[in-house]
Structure formats: C-alpha cells, structure tokens
C-alpha cells in the first residue's frame, strides 16, 4: 500500500540531504500517516483510512463525512 493520504492527497515528496561539507545525497521526506477508524452515521458503518496529521485536522474541520465524500470526488478513495 502506498504512504498516500487518502483524505488529502499528500505523498512523499524526494529533496536532498546535504552533509556540512555540501555534498547532496537525494532522500525522501515521509508523509506522517496515521491508520484510524471513522464512523459513517449515514451510512452506519465504520472505514478505515490512511489519514495525515493535516488530514485529521481536515477531518475535524468539515466532519467525517464531508471529508469522505470530497476524498471520493477527487478518486482518492474508491
């Protein structure tokens, strides 16, 4: 499975690491993703969903459900 948000779309993202005498060596910067269980009322079922720090702050913002519903609009959850 691939470090992908699925509420925001974040994803590694590759830069450099560059020692104190400037050599650069490419790295990768990894996303901070958590595995956490929502309830859908709605739906009246609990997902599963690779989520960010930024995610679950999405999440709280807007609710479960219109954060799951934008996810699917954007084809980040099927």
Known sequence: MSKI???TGKRRLVGNKVSHANNKTKRTFE????????YL?????????????????TI????VDEAVKRARKEGLIK
Request: some cysteine.
């Open 60 to 63: 709280n913002k807007l609710g």
């Open 31 to 38: 996303v901070n993703l958590f595995k956490k269980r929502f």
């Open 5 to 7: 948000c699925q509420i």
């Open 41 to 57: 009322p709605e739906a009246d079922e609990w997902i599963t969903l690779r989520v960010s720090a930024n995610g679950l702050k």
